[in-house]
């Protein structure tokens, strides 16, 4: 199986409108693109968050329309920038987007990886957290499927990636809660974010997170805590998350690059140090 992740769309209401000297929604359309040009098409398509920037009916049109050209299934996840009522009204064709309550929280069952899609937003505010009761839905959740592999995407990272700013505005209410729920269930073997508009992974409550760069504009690297909040003119990227032989793999996919791959001289020391390797570990789904 292959999950493809985007991230940190930031859609506005102008399709030619333009943020941080980037076009959010030519970006999101260049990654649609880019995904449904993939070989081995990936299964899925996990949005986590920030989908549009203010959270209006508006908005979620443009971004509806977009994703109108995904040939591929796609499920949404809520960041700090979305609003509920406005973003489940724009997708009525994606019932379980309604069926968390005051929440976007769902599951997935029909892949041979479990989706589970979490809420870490709290009202007004820019950082995240989870309440005792999505902790325990959550927990419930996993619960149902102990022995189903399984990622769960929301949106804030849970962890510190030494960004201060990014940091300060992270998952700040109910992470240690959430480690001990993610911890509960060694069946969960990614943890999916958004937020950070770069491509981080860490250990975290026995898994792993894997934070998603952004479709629009990305964060600076810039471990100094002295230094002003920063963007910078990286190319926007995908994950790729692929499920083989019992193992998860993510991969960082580079949107809109010029560079094309080159095929290397099937005469040279490494093939015929390694001449069986296609043999033993065949690309295919599943």
């Known amino acids: 199986m292959l999950i493809a992740q985007i991230s940190d769309c930031h859609v506005v209401a102008d399709p030619d409108g333009v943020r941080y000297d980037v076009n959010p929604a030519a970006g999101l359309s260049g990654a649609i693109t880019h995904l449904n040009g993939l070989s081995p098409r990936p299964d899925v398509v996990v949005l986590t968050g920030d989908l549009v920037e203010h959270g209006t009916a508006e908005e979620y049109a443009v971004l509806r329309d977009r994703l109108q050209a995904l040939e591929i299934p796609f499920l949404l996840v809520r960041g700090n920038h979305d609003e509920r009522d406005?973003?489940?009204?724009?997708?009525?064709?994606?019932?379980?987007?309604?069926?968390?309550?005051?929440?976007?929280?769902?599951?997935?069952?029909?892949?041979?990886?479990?989706?589970?899609?979490?809420?870490?937003?709290?009202?007004?505010?820019?950082?995240?957290?989870?309440?005792?009761?999505?902790?325990?839905?959550?927990d419930h959740t996993l619960a149902e499927r102990p022995d189903h592999p399984t990622v769960v995407a929301w949106h804030h990272p849970p962890i510190d990636t030494g960004?201060?700013?990014?940091?300060?505005?992270?998952l700040n209410q109910g992470r240690d809660v959430m480690a001990e729920v993610i911890g509960r269930h060694?069946?969960?073997?990614?943890?999916?974010?958004?937020?950070?508009?770069?491509?981080?992974?860490?250990a975290w409550a026995e898994t792993m997170v894997s934070v998603c760069p952004?479709?629009?504009?990305?964060?600076?690297?810039?471990?100094?805590?002295?230094?002003?909040?920063?963007?910078?003119?990286?190319?926007?990227a995908c994950q790729l998350h692929f499920w083989h032989a019992g193992q998860l793999v993510t991969h960082t996919s580079l949107i809109g690059w010029p560079a094309q791959p080159q095929v290397l001289d099937s005469g040279q020391a490494w093939h015929e140090m390694l001449p069986d390797r296609r043999q033993r570990r065949p690309l295919r789904k599943g």
Do not use: K
């Not at 997935?108 to 989706?115: N, Q």
């Not at 479709?215 to 910078?232: K, S």
């Open 214 to 236: 952004s479709t629009a504009h990305q964060v600076g690297l810039d471990l100094l805590p002295e230094n002003e909040p920063r963007f910078i003119a990286e190319p926007p």
């Open 163 to 170: 960004i201060w700013w990014m940091d300060a505005g992270g």
């Open 86 to 138: 406005p973003l489940v009204d724009a997708f009525p064709d994606h019932p379980a987007l309604g069926s968390g309550g005051r929440f976007v929280q769902y599951a997935v069952d029909h892949h041979p990886l479990r989706i589970v899609v979490a809420d870490s937003t709290l009202p007004a505010r820019h950082d995240g957290g989870f309440d005792d009761e999505r902790a325990e839905w959550l």
């Open 186 to 202: 060694p069946q969960v073997e990614r943890v999916l974010c958004g937020h950070q508009h770069r491509s981080i992974q860490a």
